[in-house]
């Protein structure tokens, strides 16, 4: 029996290792992929509930590899977090949409936002702030071009330090997003004092919609919520009409989804959505 422990152990300890060396290996992969120019963006509609206004895009990064492997986010940002990397890679997508942006206010879409996902070790650094407004004006971008989305579990998590730089870049004028809503543990009175534009609702919760009573009874209080709070509600992962159908019936105003839009590169999203 206490040899099995010993051995149980041993192979617990050898898988964490492998995991580890692993994961190592990836952070040099990416560092270096980093410095050859291998990350770019693609860009999701956001639309409004009858499908047919853009509203604004989501930024979402990808990794092509030099063997020409696309490599999904979930599968390098959490490593990419383990390092100070993440922090330039953020600085990067900052830079990125900056640089794009303009070209979709040029192409007739006047107004449209940019929504910029940011992780912990980015987004809580007090510096945030003052540098991304030097970065948007460089550009010549109004900060409220800009919507940063930042998980509820993050912001929550971490509230003594995320609150005073949610406020200051409130302040400036760059709007927030809670993100992946619905998946953390946020009080309803501290829900109340966050500075926020909007909620997104988890994709999970999309799913049993309009099929499951309980995913049915969650959503709809979340759209009470962000009415009742004045804040907007985007629904996350709409794959169907019925789901969009429900989601219109209940005065979900914004939507984001494969039904309504594939995330893209920016010729393609500038191909299909260019105003003459
Ligand atoms: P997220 O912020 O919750 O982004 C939404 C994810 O859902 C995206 O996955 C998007 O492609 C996917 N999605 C959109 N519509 C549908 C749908 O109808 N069905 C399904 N099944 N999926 C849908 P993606 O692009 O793979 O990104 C995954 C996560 O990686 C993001 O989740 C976000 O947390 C993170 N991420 C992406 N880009 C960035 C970035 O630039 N910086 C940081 N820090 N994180 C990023
Ligand atoms: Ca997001
Ligand atoms: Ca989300
Ligand atoms: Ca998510």
Redesign the pocket.
Known sequence: NGRNRVSHYSDAQGAEQDVLAKQLIMLSELQHGFERGEFFLVY?PIMDAHGEALAAV????RWRKSDGTIV???QF?PVAEQSRL?VH??RW?VQQVCHDLPRLHAAGMHGLKVH????AP?FLDSDLPAELMATVRAAGIDPSSLQI?L?ENMVMSHIDTSLPIMRKLTQLGFEISL??FGMGYSSLSLLKTLPIASLKID?GFLQGVPRERDDCAIVRTMLDLGRNMGIGVIA????TDSQLGYLRQFGCTLV????LGR?MPLPQLLERYRKA
């Open positions: 999701q989501e930024a979402l990064i999904p986010p979930d940002i993440i890679l953020g997508v910029i996902n940011m992780a980015e989305e998980t993100d992946d994709r996350e992962g709409v794959e984001q989804g494969y039904l995330p």
